[in-house]
């Protein structure tokens, strides 16, 4: 029940001209943030999908910029190991023309020197610096040049030439978030790519009676070794075949040592984590020594690097030793052909599936943005006849609000 008083119209009056002012300046703050949620009381649940869709939209954009980045970066690196397997090519034809018996010694003098010259410059190929200023083949050690250069004597060189190349950089791998819980594993390691052929190394020592002392961990290129304390050298040598890494173990059955071969052409990267197993063995030295020049002193270790078979070919070439070329040096070559075609190959493989994240990314975007859109998006058309009708109201409230109250001062004069 209301109580009739002369103040009763003016109070309702000015009631629902604030309460249409309200609604006036609500819609207008809808239009003007292009938003129908300015609180979470307009719309408590689409507000709160909405939260979860603008986050998820937000890391749909990092994913699409990450595989993006990852595909300029693969994009560069295939570009340099192209150039590399070019070189390669020449190379070969070089070893091919010198060790088929009719050129002199003379001659096969100035091909070394263009053999020299394409060493040169697939050293600086593999030391490229990316757009972003990192090392592109010096695994997760990307501030540092991926190879080092020992310069030496050669027989038959008037000057010092390159006589070894070391690997500078790690086997360590970046993984990329490219969708959610998803990855893109990025291995830069030099040593993988500009490998020829497999390595084995072969300890000497007799392991025949060894076990271990205590737990310990070692890792096999990156990958990580468990021993418990008691288990002899058969039950390390099963450990690393079922470790997952690219290697195979396996006891010599000369000296009783242990030996590890590559599955495929790379550098091996051996180090003690936590305990010396490997140095009790025999395969490295004490952890001072970093990896993967740490092998211990009477290990024998077979299988080089692309920079070691071009080497090989340009200093038989100086001292003109056609049987060497003709056949030691040229298999070691086609066996880095293949390896550096079949890095391409990955290469190329790994920016495809790059461009395919980013393809993926983009239609996400536009996916979750009409998503985004249907939870908070204001409709114009709507928002505006809305403004446009209580504007109207408001007009005739006032006007009626002025018939009311027609009493002006002149009715009180006299």
């Known amino acids: 029940m209301n109580r009739i008083s002369s103040q009763m119209n003016n109070a309702d009056t000015q009631y629902y001209l604030r309460k249409q002012e309200v609604r006036q300046a609500k819609i207008n703050a809808q239009i003007g943030s292009q938003s129908r949620i300015g609180s979470l009381r ?10 979860r869709y603008q986050s998820y939209l937000s890391r749909v954009n990092q994913f699409e910029k990450n595989a993006q980045t990852l595909a300029d970066e693969f994009q560069v690196r295939e570009g340099y190991i192209n150039q590399n397997l070019q070189i390669m090519h020449r190379v070969r034809e070089l070893a091919v023309t010198g060790a088929n018996g009719t050129y002199t010694s003379d001659d096969l ?24 200023g990192n090392t592109l083949f010096s695994g997760t050690r990307t501030k540092g040049i991926a190879f080092d250069v020992s310069m030496g004597n050669v027989d038959g060189a008037n000057e010092p030439l390159i006589a070894e190349v070391r690997y500078n950089g790690n086997v360590g791998v970046n993984r990329i978030e490219v969708d959610e819980n998803a990855y893109l594993t990025v291995d830069n390691s030099g040593n993988k790519t500009f490998w020829a052929e497999r390595q084995q190394i072969m ?46 173990a396996s006891l010599d059955p000369v000296t009783n040592g242990l030996n590890i071969t590559t599955t495929d052409a790379h550098q091996i990267w051996l180090e003690d984590k936590n305990g010396n197993t490997l140095e009790t063995v025999g395969i490295i030295k004490d952890k001072s020594q970093l ?14 690097s692309l920079f070691d078979a071009v080497i090989a070919l340009r200093d038989a070439m100086f001292k003109g030793d056609q049987e060497a070329i003709g056949s030691r040096v040229l298999g070691t070559i086609d066996e880095g052909l293949s390896n550096l075609t079949t890095r391409l190959a990955k290469s190329g493989s790994d920016y495809e599936r790059a461009q395919n994240n980013i393809e993926r990314s983009k239609t996400n975007n536009l996916n979750v943005t009409a998503l985004v859109s249907r939870e908070g ?38």
Request: hydrophobic share 35%.
């Open 42 to 51: 307009d719309d408590p649940i689409a507000a709160g999908h909405l939260v």
């Open 109 to 132: 003098k100035n091909m070394a020197t263009e053999v020299n010259e394409l060493l040169k410059e697939m050293i600086q190929n593999a030391n490229a610096v990316g757009p972003d």
């Open 203 to 248: 300890g000497q020592r007799d392991l025949t009676s060894w076990q271990s002392s205590s737990d310990s961990t070692f890792s096999v290129d990156g990958t990580e070794v468990k021993i418990n304390a008691g288990d002899n050298i058969y039950a390390v040598i099963a450990k690393i075949n079922n470790s997952g890494a690219a290697v195979k």
């Open 291 to 304: 990896p993967p020049y740490n092998l211990g002193n009477g290990v024998r270790v077979s299988g080089g």
């Open 377 to 414: 998006d204001i409709d114009l058309t709507t928002a505006i006849t809305d403004l446009k009708m209580l504007d109207y109201v408001n007009q005739a409230t006032l006007s009626n609000a002025g018939k009311m109250y027609q009493s002006t001062l002149l009715d009180y004069m006299r």
